[in-house]
C-alpha cells in the first residue's frame, strides 16, 4: 500500500506538470475497448477500436479498428503482426493562392511487425519493442472552393501515398504485492523510414492498469507527445482510458 501511494503521488505530480504544459500545446482524449483471444499456449488473437479527440477535445481526431496476432517464440521474446484501419479528420485548408478545401474525413491502412524482448529483475518488468510500420493513404477526393466567390472549384486530388516508420518503445512495470494494480511508465520514439532516418516524435507515458479477475484489465494512463519542429501538427497531451476482455 505504501508503494501504491508513492506511485499514486508521482502520477499526481506528472499530470500536475503536464498540464501546465498542456496550456501551450493541444490537448486530447483517447479511448479504446479490445477483446484478446488465446488461441494456444503460444499465440494470441486480438482486435480493437479507437477513439481520438484533439484541439482541446473540441474535435475528433481520428476512429480506427485493427486486428493482430501475437506469438511467443521464447519466455523472454514475443513477435507481432497487426492491420489497422484509420479515419481521420482533416481540418479546413487555405491554400497559398487563396482556394479552401473543406474539412473532410480521410482514409487510410497500416499495418505492423514488432519484436518484444522482456526481462524481470525483482518486481520491476521491463520490455523493449522494436516496430515497423508502414501505413498507405489511398487516392481520393475531396471538395475545393474559391476563396473569394466561394465558387465551388474542380474538386481536389488527394494523391496515395506511403510511410514507413520505425518506432522503438521501453516500458517498465512494477508488480505491487497484493495489488490489482499494475502500474508503468513508457518512452516511444518514432522514427521516418524515407531516403535516411529521421526523428519524426516521442511519446512518454505514466499510467496503470487495473486488472478486475482474469479477464477484465483497465487500464487508465497520461501521455506527452512532443513532435519534431518540421512537423504541421502541436505537441500534445493526452489523458486516456483503455477496457480489455481476455478469453
Not at 17 to 39: P, R, T, Y
Not at 103 to 126: Q, S
Not at 161 to 182: H, M, Q, T
Amino acid at each position: 500500500m505504501k508503494n501504491l501511494k508513492r506511485y499514486l503521488s508521482l502520477s499526481l505530480l506528472f499530470l500536475f506538470a503536464m498540464m501546465l504544459k498542456a496550456q501551450q500545446n493541444d490537448f486530447g482524449l483517447w479511448g479504446s475497448v479490445a477483446v484478446e483471444k488465446k488461441i494456444s499456449k503460444s499465440l494470441e488473437a486480438n482486435i480493437e477500436g479507437e477513439f481520438r479527440s484533439r484541439n482541446n477535445v473540441q474535435t475528433a481526431e481520428r476512429l480506427s479498428g485493427s486486428a493482430g496476432l501475437t506469438y511467443k517464440m521464447c519466455k523472454w521474446l514475443q513477435s507481432s503482426v497487426d492491420y489497422t484501419f484509420l479515419y481521420s479528420y482533416e481540418p479546413l485548408e487555405r491554400e497559398k493562392d487563396g482556394d479552401i478545401i473543406p474539412e473532410y474525413w480521410l482514409m487510410r491502412h497500416r499495418f505492423n511487425v514488432a519484436l518484444t524482448g522482456k526481462w524481470k529483475i525483482g518486481r520491476f518488468d521491463f520490455s523493449l519493442r522494436e516496430r515497423w510500420q508502414y501505413t498507405y493513404r489511398p487516392e481520393q477526393e475531396t471538395e475545393k472552393f474559391d476563396g473569394d466567390s466561394h465558387l465551388q472549384k474542380d474538386n481536389e486530388i488527394i494523391k496515395g501515398k506511403g510511410k514507413n516508420n520505425l518506432r522503438s518503445r521501453l516500458k517498465v512495470e512494477y508488480d505491487i504485492p497484493k495489488c490489482k494494480f499494475a502500474p508503468y511508465v513508457s518512452c516511444e520514439l518514432t522514427h521516418h523510414l524515407h531516403h535516411g532516418f529521421y526523428y519524426e516524435k516521442t511519446r512518454c507515458i505514466i499510467g496503470t492498469e487495473y486488472k478486475l479477475k482474469k479477464k477484465h484489465v483497465f487500464d487508465f494512463y497520461a501521455l506527452y507527445q512532443s513532435l519534431a519542429e518540421s512537423e504541421d501538427e502541436p505537441n500534445g497531451f493526452v489523458i486516456g482510458a483503455g477496457y480489455k476482455f481476455k478469453f
